[in-house]
């Protein structure tokens, strides 16, 4: 196999599990691997440390193993099970009335690089490395032997998150069988899945525990979703008893799909209504009083130089939607981008509330469910953060 050096030094962080390897701790690299290969990480002083997947760029190695282990077949039943048994013991998994949820969040699962979302028995696939790209029909493999009959169908949807440089040329499709049914369970509510052509894996799962949280606060609310992609939040506001549910996009298609969600859930039920619009418009124009808004854009900073000009977006976003807010109206806001910190976030609205002029209290703090793991020495893949207000 080939090996990799670093740096006299430049192993601490491995030493304390942190999955990542960058270009500047590399000594030098013996064998000329291919992006994707796998490579056996050396100390200066020749002491084998991790064994990973080669990369270009900035991080040069995403660590599969802190151990010498052979990464094969057996290596991938083993992590694969153990993403699974996790997903088994918070009751995710093997639930009569939930099939949707992340069996594999890369670094959180110690399998960096590799996202696998169940839909009924679908899963979808997404590499963002080239070493798990590769890897793919491995880990297909390993997929079938460690769900058994509960997955029929593998979609690997890897067009857009693979590095671009590496000109894979990947185009998305099924792995193994293939399936006309696009319907998926989450907590006993019906939702079709787009994975074909869907943002993400086609549903953001990240939000199960947090929509769980608006159906509690619903009963006899108006309710504005911005942003509401598939409508996720709005199919549970239903659920929780609002007396009305306005669901806001800019995309026709995301309006489409809520549409089509509501319909399956609750048909020919009045209480809801999509437009698709842009958010900061509708909140500048809307006469409704709506008591419960939901705010979650998309990453607002998608890299750390876009840090400051998102924050000022979400100031904005919220001051813009507190300041029309009636008295006693809970706001669900939330941030999804990893670049920002809880605290910065948090600042963000806490600017927002001074701007608008209200007085704000915290009821809670939210974030990424229990199926959206963070390894604790890659504090990194900690991503999505939210608030609940109550707006006096
Ligand atoms: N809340 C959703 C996920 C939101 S993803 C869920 O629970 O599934 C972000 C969505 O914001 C996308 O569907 C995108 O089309 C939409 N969007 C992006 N910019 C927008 C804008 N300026 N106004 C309204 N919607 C926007």
Redesign the pocket.
Known sequence: MKKLYLNKGKEESLRRYHPWVFSGAVHHVEGHPQEGDLVQVYTAADEFIAVGHWQIGSIAVRVLSFEDDPIGHDFWVRRLRAALDVRRSIGVAGHPHNDTYRLVHGEGDNLPGLIVDMYGKTAVMQAHSVGMHVSRMAIAEALKEVMGDALQNIYYKSETTLPFKAELGQENGFIMGSTPDDIAVENGLRFHIDWLKG?KTG??VD?RDN?SLVEQYSKGRRVL?????????SVYAMRGGASLVHS????QK?VDLVNANVELNFPGDARHKAFA????K?LEQMDENYDLV?L???AFAKHRDAIRHAIKGYTKLNARAMEKMPQGSLLFT?SCSQAISKDQFRMAVFTAATLARRKVRILHQLHQPADHPINIYHPEGEYLKGLVLYVE
Do not use: H, K, L
Request: net charge negative; glycine share 6%; with cysteine.
């Open positions: 943002q549903f953001f939000q929509r979703n911005m942003f509401c992609y598939t409508g996720g939040f806001v996009d800019s995309s995301a619009e842009d958010a900061f509708y939901i979650d854009p998309p939330f």
